[in-house]
């Protein structure tokens, strides 16, 4: 053997990793001895292009090398067949065909990358690296020899030991019965889906295709809630989303929210068998139709992974929730659990498809709590960080790189506009944001499906499809806020009457008041206001938020916090702003205040192509601790004095450098919440 | 700590392990201490009473001891309670409760042993200790903290490390779906069944009981034929069979023969699935029946051990055959399979049971072979030993400690009677022995039903039930044998004429002869006679048995065998001497011809009592040399030159020395086998 010296050195962008390799070592194989991440499902035969460089020519001074022509050995037959066949981009070659034969500089594509990163949307704060725990291998199997006789599967076996160091393969009966097919059909080459987690179970086979399978991998990503469930058909090579959707979870008709579902297994003994029944069927019907949106065959999908919350969870497990509705809150099981998917009857994908549902935190706080905290995670965070998904109920983290608390509160359906005399679901027509002049005390609002205020020109006409049907979430506490803001409501939580406001809006209903946002009544609408009882429920929905919040800086010692970020498909339209003035959330700057989007969702889609993922939410939910709101006795302290607007005790230093709050009593003496307030301060 | 030589010395017997243990040590500590296989199941709580010891006091010589009253602390009051609720024996003691206080020899009965050695009758030349997959561990486990919540799998999960150091469990949704009504039923102690088998595979929860389960856990042996199904239900703890039954395999009505059943699934795409259900369903009905039999709870019933040729194994996993009809004869998967039984429809036992399924040997040589090497191993023989599987496939083994050879070989149906003009199957009123007086060329028979002969008093209302209906397999070989002895019969395969042998009996029939052994047609029964064409069949399948058995020795380069293991449940019924007279079997001396009984079954019943037996058979067959009959060029020859009876070629010495065969030929020149062995030679 020469000098080692003489040999060509070979750097690799964009990691940098560089070396020597013996003159003709091809790309990939120079690639795998430097441990560069080149991706490869054929096995270097030249079939499957995932290998592609990008050799660079000329002077490198900054890594000292110079590439001259001839560096990598000539164009050759097989990338020609493949150019032919496929195309290859230009100044592309084929890792596993072109050969080193001197000094050379090649760039790693993020397609050719197997942990490549994923770029997101979303202004998450750890990134997505591809790491899927099925994957495909194509593979040469040896043939049946009667004089060594051997099952095809214990060759096949052999040969992804062989050429690609999975060992000890095990299978179902349902794929032993594809093998033999297979193997004649694809020539003894076959592509196999291995699947291997992060568990140290054997490596599972769940597919096989004769030859080349050139059709990819799928997953879904599916958050599975109380109320909507929605899940991402997601590309496991690529993690490139290729469609999403969602459908209202039929359980409602047992009971909106989930205790009241809970209360129904209670009442009727193997009753969970119908709501597992029914939550079952949605996941199948789902999964079917984003294959045929996705215009894919759905045997290509071998994954799904679900969070949901700890009663949804049992639920889909066919587990009795009943122990979730009382003390102690006994999950029947916390860990994550991999099973298959035909175990959660997920019979509208690949028979042999996985399942993984991400661990639970506790009997309150659900894996879709972990999956937020994977997404979001506050466990790397320099900066005191508060996490916030705001749904039916509020999963609320708090931490940084020391420590990270969670707990769950029972804000209840108010802030999806549920028990709001106006409210609606989040759906055209529906009021989303509101103005009101402080002078005049005229409110203005914008609904979905448009973009024009409603003094707007041209604001009729645009919604003459939908009309002004109610109010949703955003829009009631945009609403509430910019009626605290502009005088028509006070710190108790009072709506002033006509005369101490000003406005002919503010109309007495019974022996309290309403404010008038539109009367569509003229056009056979609906009178759209805000009652005292709306404020109620939203202050009740809000308190609870605002108290489970401050339960676990109280736990952490903290009086404030650096970040707030909001969660939730919900959270993402929450003024930051409004949501302050109502003290939804504790005081912080308004530029530290952001959304995470649906960050359940996003925590799913990262579990789902990554099996590091899956370690990190698992030890992750280990190390958080756990606060038990029902039984915190600071708890309902915390939560009377969240009652006022925004707090009764609470200073919001960085609120009142933006917004100065009218310090208007409308208490008229009645026992009004807003004197019991005084009383208690 | 004193000086441990002041330690009071524990003996144990009859293991004879011995050693010094802190006074005041449990016996149930100290037999962990010194790797006493001692039992337990409530893990030392004095409720299973599974850790009986057996004290013995006064002078021991051999032990070098004396064992004074008071060697053993005070009989104490849980062992009181537990003699008055269920009773100890008298002399014993429980293991958890008796403290050592001073040197002592204590008995270990064999119920007390966990890996307790199983007696049984038939003369198997390996032994079967007891070592379980499945087994029962009581436990306490923690309750739900809401401070630490947790939940109740890992709690349950914990307890098994903790107290059982049974680490990793895994559970299906359908147990964790039993697991909080029986933690709280059993007030937090459960006692669970953990599937843990030899793949290294994470334990497995298969069942949970509240308290303390004492039902006992019961396991399948299952022994899935071409034509029988025969299943052992045994219990698991003890190894003792519970109940035995059997079935005809319901696929024969798809084909009486494998390759017939291969054909039809051939012709009839998709018709493996038929096959399939057919099988399946009758294993269901078999093992509910069994349960029923031995009256206990099907649920009970946790694992099942399935032992066949390589057809019925992919027919049992829904695997198309094909394959195996036709060269190269390859299997799917020739591996041991460990799989929920539930994914063979094993629908009428625990739904959470196991299956495993023993490796197939080669596309020809099941795993019915490989359980027929489990139970007779030959390869653990100091001697040559010859193993036969007499069946529609004979199985054959050949070997001893330094190497073991297999190969199948097509007898075809006429051992089972099949193909023989009065044949029929085993069952009373059959013939089943024969002699035939040299002299008076007269014969004798028995029929199944009777010990009588045909020509002792009473005969006649012996089986006036039955009558005289046909002859069985073991029958026929004895009739032929017999033929052969008494002159009527020449060694190239003819019958002789009245004249030529001088006996009536002898009949014509075509241009060939029959011998009448019996006729019923006074009484309406039938004439039973063996034809010209019974001789033929008769002479194809030991020609072919024999070939095969040439075919090892040729391969091993042996001219004899040391010994004959005659396995089948028909094996056991063939008598040596008659075998042997036929050319069946090679030479050998009759003593050490011996019956292994049904092997097969015995094999499955080993692996089902025991993880290392599994482990041995996995291993063994690896190392099995396995030769293909179909290919082997000197098959043929050896076939061809079997056809004589008993050989046209190869020496009986040992036969020669008890029977003299008269050197008769009735070859009358039109061509028939015996002139053309002569022409071969």
Redesign the interface.
Known sequence: MSDPTDQPLVIFTPSGKRGRVAPGTSVLAAARQLGVDLDSVCGGRGICSKCQVTPSYGEFAKHGVTVREGALSDWNAVEQRYDDKRGLPKGRRLGCQACVMGDVVLDVPPESQVHRQVIRKSADTRPMVMDPATRLFFVEVA????????????RLSAALAEQWEVTGLT????F??K???ALRKGGWQVTVAVYRDH?G??PHALEIWPGLHEGGLFGLAIDLGSTTIAAHLTDLETGEVKAASGLMNPQIRFGEDLMSRVSYVMMNPGGEKELTEAVRGALADLAGALAEEAGIDPSLIVEAVVVCNPVMHHLL????PT?LGQ?????????A?S?PAS??DLTTINPRARAYLLP????H?GADAAAVSLATAPELSEELMLVIDVGTNAEILLGDRTRVLACSSPTGPAFEGAQISSGQRAAPGAIERVEIDPATKEPRFRVIGSDLWSDDPGFAAAIAQTGVTGICGSGIIEAVAEMRMAGLLDPSGLIGSAEQTGTPRSQPEGRTHAYLIHDGSAEGGPRITVTQGDIRAIQLAKSALYAGARLLMDERGADRVDRVVLAGAFGAHISPKHAMVLGMIPDAPLDHVSSAGNAAGTGARMALCSVAARRQVEEGVTKIT?I?T??APRFQEHFVAANAIPHAVDAFPELSKIVDLPAVSFNSGDGASGGRRRKRR
């Open positions: 043939e049946p020899d009667m004089h060594e006789p051997s099952g095809d599967f214990e299978a179902d009966p349902s032993l019965r093998l033999q097919g568990t179970a054997a497990l066919g587990i009795d122990e003390a102690p809150f006994a999950l029947a099981v916390s860990g659990l099973l175990d959660l639970c935190i506790a009997g706080v756990k038990e029902a039984i």
